[in-house]
């Protein structure tokens, strides 16, 4: 299996804070990582995919880059409908994977 | 438009197979590169990747939950069919399936079902 970890697991934030998330695999998955956006009671929703690719009708504030290994999400200038939990997804393997998740919190 | 809906019991005994239907529409799972997958999440817990179909047939299922999975399509009737056996407590979650779309290439979640919640008791 591919392990995936998400670093912080929590975070406050303010609204117009920048906001990194970290998404680390267990081995190599080339680019083949993605990022949803959950909010309670919802589905996730699909924010990146292909570590770097923005999907349509998602503001430019969300970012991603990243290869390999370590990938990353990163929010400029939060907004309050940004905050919800966060997750990275592998679609590598034959088997895809999600990350535990980050909740970021309104500080 | 693409849309997915998940269908089954809300309620199911420990030791049964649950089995869940996918229906959707706007999309052909006999269509080349085309596929649904299933994913869970416990309530309070992360999302789980259960399963995934291709238009060829072919099957892959977490390593995890394999032995208890089976996944099935009917190409005619635009469903796709996940049966989980031997449900214990620990498999109540909210299951929901969900299409990666040629936008993505066929590797990323776009389209989502609503979902459907599962709780397991006696």
């Known amino acids: 299996d591919i392990q995936m970890t998400q670093s912080p697991s929590s975070l406050s934030a303010s609204v117009g804070d920048t906001v990194t998330i970290t998404c680390r695999t267990s081995q190599s998955i080339s680019r083949y990582l993605n990022w949803y956006q959950q909010k309670p009671g919802k589905a996730p929703r699909l924010l990146i995919h292909?570590?770097?690719r923005l999907q349509t009708g998602v503001p430019s504030r969300f970012s991603g880059s990243g290869s390999g290994t370590d990938f990353t999400l990163t929010i400029i200038s939060l907004q309050p409908e940004d905050f919800a939990t966060y997750y990275c997804q592998q679609s590598y393997s034959a088997w895809w994977t999600f990350g535990p998740g980050t909740k970021v919190e309104i500080k | 438009q693409i849309t997915l809906r998940e269908s089954g019991p809300t309620l199911v005994k420990p030791t049964q197979t649950l089995t869940l239907t996918c229906t959707f529409s706007?999309?052909?799972?006999?269509?080349?590169?085309?596929?649904v997958g299933w994913i869970r999440q416990p309530p309070g817990k992360a999302l789980e990747w259960l399963a995934l179909?291709?238009?060829?047939?072919?099957?892959h299922y977490s390593p995890s939950l394999k032995s208890r999975l089976t996944i099935t399509k009917d190409t005619s009737e635009n469903q796709v069919v996940l049966r989980m056996a031997d449900m214990g407590p620990a498999d109540t979650a909210t299951y929901y399936c969900?299409?990666?779309?040629?936008?993505?290439?066929?590797?990323?979640?776009?389209?989502w079902g609503q979902g459907t919640m599962v709780i397991v008791s006696s």
């Open positions: 179909i291709y238009w060829d047939d072919a099957k």
């Open positions: 292909a570590a770097s």
């Open positions: 706007g999309f052909s799972l006999s269509t080349s590169g085309v596929s």
């Open positions: 969900a299409h990666p779309s040629y936008s993505t290439d066929h590797d990323a979640f776009d389209i």
